[in-house]
């Protein structure tokens, strides 16, 4: 069937009703709800991404492989990271892509007329890694955010959005990332209640000079004024630029969660972890009260002895998801075996509210290794990354209370109530899950039996709990 025209013009839920395409999702932006822990066996079925662990979660090598986020609108699945040689694991084809698929959920075909390229200015997949993939409310487009620097060869910086239906860039989008010849990095970008807000290394966005942060139209690209929160300075001299990484927006789309290499936002001093108050009236973004002296015990040059990483490693929290009902946030991240009240390669429940010195209501510590995603479902926290172990020191309310390491290689689910905080025995237990890289990358999808539901996860291993899980698998809801 012929391709109806649409005017630029038209709404993203607009657009939804000229496609005929249902709101079936929420508008907020969090995590939703699963009524139970998924299984740690793997579906058999998902396609096999090839290629090595990457030795460095910043920095791609020749061999490096990897999602970086995942999207599912219906029963298609879209990924973004690092890849081309794909298997499809239904018919033994091979084919390739460019940092981009997408494959059917409830039978892993790999769909092959899907296939943009995102590549770096020479055209190579290295320097041309896609870090988000998100898609709107009504499922009639998808966002892709990375360092990319051409898609299919025609110059493309930082951003691009994916028309569904015509299944193809739509080019009434034009996010001028990086307009000002300085970088066009996208590390994330979120849609909840209409908005669409974008996190990177860059200076320009949307026709103005934002640094790291700006709100753009989810149609044309063009910069709004519901963001403009000065945010400045770096963790340490030797920790690049300032950069926002996650966006984590509650799901009433009141509050929304900034973590990344930055120390000051609305001139106000906030060690990599800031909590923005929005407007839905359409007034400014503005920055809460919200801090905590735990950060400032992680910060690089304050906390101490380099705090978290040393002078190796100073941009430490890594993800941030919201608990389906909004009372609470989790916080994981990097950065090394520095104790308490350091937050290093920890994950920790923070309550919704506006204390200048919050206290996190449980910590987990994992012994020296890092958290790279974390998802709330509910009663359960999902952790990936490339830990060994969890529960290597476990604080609740500033008091420690747990100090036994539990082997979760990569991946691991905690008990996410007020009073435990600690991992689930029994689930993914042992070292026969790849560590890689890190598993960066979850998405949760409810429904019923028969749809596929349960834990998306995405990284750079070949394995979970002994079975091939090559990059991208599914958790699931129903085994």
């Known amino acids: 069937m012929k391709r109806a025209r649409v005017a630029v013009a038209v709404t993203v839920t607009g657009l939804a009703a000229v496609l005929g395409i249902s709101l079936l999702t929420p508008s907020g932006g969090a995590t939703p709800a699963l009524p139970a822990r998924v299984s740690d066996n793997p579906v058999d079925y ?37 890849m081309d040689s794909v298997t499809d694991r239904t018919t033994g084809k091979v084919s390739t892509f460019g940092n981009a698929m997408m494959f059917n959920a409830r039978t892993g075909a790999v769909s092959t007329g899907f296939h943009p390229k995102f590549t770096g200015a020479t055209g190579s997949l290295q320097d041309g890694q896609v870090y988000a993939v998100e898609r709107s409310t009504g499922g009639t487009a998808v966002w892709y955010g990375g360092e990319f620097k051409q898609v299919d060869g025609v110059t ?4 691009i959005r994916w028309d569904v239906a015509g299944n193809r ?16 990095r996208v590390y994330d970008a979120k849609y909840f209640c ?11 966005a949307g026709g103005v000079s934002r640094t790291a942060l700006v709100s753009l139209d989810p ?52 060690y ?35 705090a978290c990483g040393g002078t190796a490693l100073t941009v430490w929290p ?37 204390s200048t010195n919050a206290e996190p209501v449980w910590i987990n510590y994992t012994g020296g290794d890092t958290f790279l995603s974390v998802k709330v479902t509910g009663q359960h926290v999902y952790v990936g990354g490339h830990f060994r172990v969890l529960d290597h020191v476990v604080y609740r309310q500033g008091k420690r209370v747990a100090s036994t390491d539990h082997e979760h290689f990569g991946l691991g689910v905690l008990a996410a109530t007020y009073s435990s ?22 998405l949760a999808t409810p429904g019923a039996r028969g749809t596929a539901s349960g834990l998306w996860v995405g990284g750079d291993a070949d394995t979970i709990k002994g079975e091939t899980g090559k990059r991208v698998a599914l958790l699931p809801l129903f085994p």
């Not at 209409?194 to 320009?204: E, I, N």
């Not at 972890?273 to 905590?292: F, K, M, Q, T, Y």
């Not at 991992?423 to 899950?433: K, M, R």
């Open 421 to 442: 905080g600690m991992s689930l025995s029994g689930w993914n237990d042992g070292d026969t899950t790849g560590r890689g890289g890190g598993w960066a990358a979850m």
């Open 219 to 270: 149609n044309t690209g063009a910069a709004t004024n519901e963001v403009n929160l000065l945010v400045g300075g770096t963790a340490s001299s030797n920790s690049g630029p300032t950069r926002i990484t996650k966006i984590a927006p509650s799901p009433n789309c009141k509050r929304v969660v900034l973590i990344g290499n930055f120390t000051q936002i609305a001139n106000h001093v906030r």
């Open 156 to 159: 493309n910086r930082g951003l």
């Open 318 to 354: 890594r993800d941030v998801d919201w608990a389906p009902d909004g009372t609470w946030w989790a916080l994981g991240g990097t950065g090394g075996n520095k104790a308490y009240p350091a937050l290093c390669d920890s994950v920790s429940r923070w309550t919704n509210n506006d």
């Open 46 to 82: 998902t396609p096999v991404i090839s290629g090595n662990a990457c030795l460095d979660d910043d920095v791609a090598d020749a061999s490096c492989r990897r999602v970086r986020d995942i999207a599912r609108i219906g029963d298609r699945v879209y990924t973004g990271g690092i």
């Open 272 to 306: 990599q972890v800031a909590v923005i108050n929005v407007s839905l009236s359409g007034g400014r973004a503005l920055l809460a009260p919200w801090d905590s002296s735990h950060l400032k015990a992680s910060q690089a040059g304050v906390g101490g002895a380099g």
């Open 194 to 204: 209409g908005r669409l807000w974008v996190a990177g290394d860059f200076t320009s």
């Open 169 to 184: 860039q739509f080019t009434g989008f034009n996010a001028r990332i990086g307009a000002d010849g300085k970088t066009a």
